[in-house]
């Protein structure tokens, strides 16, 4: 990867706020610095939005919505699409724009604008088949008609983990309802979505449909968005604290909202799988991204019976991982988001440790400039142990043995969280079991990784609220409305 294309691609980002269709600096000339976790560098500079700045991104999708609203579903569709062909021809330079500011290898990066860019299609289709209802009521006095109508103007809150795909996640559904957005995305990564409104534009976005604040002050600028009287509709995925907090804003204006939030997710591996297919399911549940998905596998709840072997195997595949600059050929890990992300990967270990876990390989930050921490395997993770309980964030494998299904469920479902689960076995019917008894909002069987556009994406319990993706995403952005009419026939 050559700097003169890293320094060109970076140079080509906007850098101010996306507001009314025009980019602006902050209204005190405030900036952001965006680092390089590989190095520690500062890649770049952007404007850091004033509370008046969301203000002004809230005026903007409150006056651009009547008539992006009235526009014919068709149209919407084709922005998508063309913003969706858009990113296919510049899918190498959103890949290592991702690489540079987040940190994943850019192989994963790939794969994300691909999974990213599959929502602009996927909505593109969707919003030209919704349909209404028309028919008589039961007593046949009158007749029934049930419409849908967009939201209103919507505040969307990303992640810095998947900078591109938790931004069009919200944005194709939203846009292709007929809402309008102010976008904020996190301050560690918010290169790849100000690039994406570019993109945006490129397509023909009209003005004030899509709006971006970046911003170091979340919360004030937040509050004053949310607080405003025209929102109609929250849409955040972060940590489930945040979110939690972010619902009681919300209930002032009594917001519709969306919640995508941490997760704690059970990866259950029983006596009759197939130990290689499992193994190679842990691996990517486990280390993609580093470990920092809230679809990561936090708990390996493994048979006893092979947990042993399970364990060679996974240790034997983990240390021969590369770890390096997301941009270096064959990298598979990456450095974590930031020191603190670091600091709690070995806590975390080393609390587990120190309750009498078996440490199989890695366990400590690396000593380089970044932010870099050994993928790593425990077993035998004693129970009470925080890893258990707490969302790593790393590339932290933490397996845990039990005997029979039921100590398998119940150790599954000893979470507050139930984002994602996963289960290895041949056996049918207890495949069966398990998808009935786990308590998830989703699940793969004899599968590691489960995300696609076309499915519902969403958790039970503190995991969150509604679905992003599938035929139901549109659905997050879209109110009915019931209208009786008298019978036409008298
Ligand atoms: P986070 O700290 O909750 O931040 C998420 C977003 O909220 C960022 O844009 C952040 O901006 C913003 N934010 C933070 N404090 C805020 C406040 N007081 N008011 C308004 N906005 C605020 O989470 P994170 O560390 O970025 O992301 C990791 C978490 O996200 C994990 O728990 C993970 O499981 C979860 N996640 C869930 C899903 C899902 O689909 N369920 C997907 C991806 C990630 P700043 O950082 O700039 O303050």
Redesign the pocket.
Known sequence: MSDTRETELLASVPDGLFIGGEWRPASDGGTLDVHDPSTGAVIRQIADATVDDGRAAMDAAADAFPAWAATPARERAELLRRAFDLLQQRKEDFALLMTLEMGKPLAEARGEVGYGGEFLRWFSEETAHLTGRYGPNPEGTGRMIVTQHPVGPCYL??????PLA?ATRKIAPAVAAGCTVVV?????TPLTTLFFAKLLQDAGLPAGVVNVVT??A??PV??AIIGDSRLRKLS????????Q??LKQAAQGVLRTSM????NAPFVVFDDADLDQAVAGALAAKFRNIGQ??TAANRFIVHSSVADEFARRVTERVQAFATGRGTEEGVTIGPLIDDRAVAKASELVNEAVERGATLRTGGSAIDRPGTFFEATVLSDVQPGSDILRE?I?GPVLAIVPFDTEDEAVRIANDTEYG?VSYVYTKDLARGQRMIERLETGMMGLNVGIVSNAAAP???WKL??LGR?GGAEGIHEYLQTKYTLTANPFG
Do not use: D, Q, R, Y
Request: charged residues 10%; aromatic residues 12%.
């Open positions: 809150i990303t992640p810095w983990n998947f938790m904020k995305p996190a301050a560690l911003t170091h979340s919360g937040s509050e955040f995925t972060g940590s489930t604290p945040v979110g907090a972010l995508e939030l941490g997760g998905a809230c969302e964030f984002l994406f969403g958790g995991s969150g992003e």
